[in-house]
């Protein structure tokens, strides 16, 4: 295995190389351990007799080589599952840690893990889970990095001057970095609600106010521009910007405004740009949820959305009820799009929340 | 944080000390009907926020009134900031032990009013509105004493229980951040507001 490579800041991209890195890392450790598993038992093809299972059985399987962690932790975590009996000490919480970092990777692997400090620790913990129990050498690059980001973020880890040796960055795959970069894009040019503003300051001026509930400009209403749009968007407006002042909006239509001192994202002038009804955007909010079959559960709190949302979310779980079924994972980004943690390919939106129809401080603005 | 001496950052705030002390020419608020007019020694500072606040802040020394701290021109901001121009100026107290008694209340968001009023804050309001300890702060700056008027000067009328802190005479540094912190960063995270 190459040296750790560990993180000295919150710099994005080496954050990514290192979950690439990390990634490749313990793939190739659980293949090697697989490998010598089924050699031993005489079954030098077992990938391919996996695949064949599969395909036999129905399901999709796009996976083109073992060294794959998506794949063995896929194949792992099946009721039918051709390879759990050859990973030691497998258990709930073996299983439980497994999916949870199947998650992660499918959204890094999608451009949809937000590259900072909190992910990159969430999957270390993770990887330290399922290895340190196999007893895999990564287990100690996991906790190395648990140890070193811990550090970095309570502020007690000094960054060296120099580097001597200097550590090399991991690399990071193109199609990683291409998906991110498209990701990172749409966030610098229009951010979720409630987000901060990028960029300058939109030339037109707006006043919200929050006692007339109406828009005007150098005094007068513009409200007329808005038509059928204008409660929807004013609502909107102070649902992010609840003292109501001054708005700057974008020739698009995005609109900014200094909520508590900082420039956000607040809404838009007019309708939102038409994108694809299915594209999820933004990154993952890193919290796994659960659809219970009337609610959505959040694992970490145990709390359920109905009584946990300002807003009705009635429409929503009647959309997530045509969609999913009980115990379906359920993810949501910053955008509040919301789509089932699949395990391959694109995910696709279901519904849309936002910061008052989902779990309060989950979303930004919230 | 200190830069140079010449500012600070202090939350959304950088408060600039201007150099100088001039003579002006007015009337202290605690003697605006029928007195006349009378000499102040007035030293200033500029409030800019990160969202356009653009204030000049200045410490009047009276001859004959006590001293007290006003806004002196808001030359940019939104239109909340208007909030600051009319109130939440500090009149300040000659204490028992001839410090400056400085009163801690804060200009809050009222709901029903629709505007800023000053009202009294607790310690851990003052805290919530600069995001750490304001007293730690403050002592920093050279506060001398810190907690209610009756605990720093032996008050014992109605206001005895408002927060206060005594400084010693002339410190501006520690008046501008107590009144930054106190009305323009209360203004600007709209306080308040939440509980509305």
Not at chain 1, 192 to 199: A, D, E, H, I, T
Request: one cysteine or more; aromatic letters at 8%; glycine letters at 8%.
């Amino acid at each position: 295995m190459r040296a750790f490579a560990l993180p000295f800041d919150d710099n994005e991209v080496t954050i990514l190389g290192i979950i690439s890195a990390v990634e490749r890392a313990a793939a190739a450790e659980f293949c090697e351990f697989l490998n010598n598993q089924f050699g031993a038992l005489g079954q030098k093809e077992w990938f391919e007799d996996v695949r064949h299972y599969r395909k036999s059985i129905g399901d999709p399987f796009t996976y083109k080589n073992p060294e794959d962690m998506r794949f063995i932790i896929n194949e792992a975590v099946q009721d039918d599952s051709q390879i759990w009996h050859l990973i030691p000490n497998m258990n709930n919480a073996w299983t439980t840690a497994a999916i949870g970092l199947r998650t992660r990777l499918n959204n890094f692997h999608h451009g949809q893990l937000k590259p900072d400090l909190q992910s990159l620790l969430q999957i270390a913990t993770l990887f330290d889970s399922i290895a340190s129990s196999s007893g895999l050498g990564v287990a100690d690059w996991a906790r190395a990095l648990k140890t070193r980001i811990k550090k970095i973020l309570d502020g007690t880890f000094e960054k060296p001057v120099e580097l001597n040796p200097p550590v090399a960055i991991p690399d990071v795959p193109s199609d990683v970095t291409d998906v991110y970069n498209e990701t990172k894009k749409e966030l610098d040019k229009r951010p979720p609600l409630g987000s901060k503003w990028q960029g300058e300051k939109p030339q037109r001026k707006l006043t919200l106010d929050r006692a007339t509930e109406d828009l005007y400009e150098d005094g007068l209403s513009v409200s007329i521009e808005l038509g059928e749009l204008k409660e929807q968007t004013i609502t909107t407006w102070l649902r992010y910007f609840p003292r109501g002042g001054e708005v700057w909006v974008d020739p698009d239509g995005a609109s900014m405004a200094y909520v508590k001192g900082i420039a956000r994202m607040v809404g838009w002038f007019g309708p939102e740009p038409d994108g694809d009804e299915h594209e999820v955007r933004g990154f993952v909010v890193p919290r796994d949820y659960e659809f219970t079959g009337s609610d959505v559960r959040h694992l970490e709190s145990g709390k359920l959305l109905t009584s946990s949302s300002v807003d009705s979310v009635r429409e929503i779980i009647e959309v997530l009820s045509k969609h999913l079924v009980q115990n379906d994972r359920v993810s949501i980004t910053d955008y509040g799009d919301i789509f089932n943690s699949v395990t391959e390919g694109v995910a696709k939106k279901i519904t849309r929340a936002h910061k008052d129809t989902w779990f309060g401080g989950h979303l930004p603005g919230s | 944080m200190l830069t140079e001496n010449l500012s600070i950052s202090v939350g959304r705030c950088e408060v600039e000390f201007i150099p100088g002390t001039v003579a002006a020419l007015g009337k202290p608020t605690s003697q605006r009907k029928g007195t006349a007019e009378q000499v102040s020694q007035l030293r200033t500072f500029r409030i800019t926020s990160s969202d356009e606040l653009n204030l000049i802040v200045g410490l009047y020394v009276w001859e004959a009134a006590a001293p007290e701290v006003r806004p002196i021109d808001l030359l940019g901001g939104l239109q909340k900031h208007n909030e600051l121009k009319g109130r939440g100026g500090i009149s300040l107290i000659i204490s028992r032990d001839e410090k400056w008694l400085v009163p801690l209340r804060v200009l809050k968001y009222s709901a029903t009013k629709g505007y800023f009023t000053l009202q009294g804050a607790s310690e851990d309001e003052l805290d919530s509105i600069l995001g750490h300890g304001f007293r730690e702060l403050m002592m920093g700056l050279g506060a001398i004493k810190f907690g209610s008027r009756e605990a720093i000067d032996e008050e014992s009328n109605n206001k005895r229980n408002q927060l206060a802190m005594t400084v010693e005479p002339g410190n501006l540094e520690a008046i501008a951040i107590a009144y930054a912190v106190t009305r323009a960063q209360a203004v600007i995270l709209d306080f308040g507001l939440d509980a509305a």
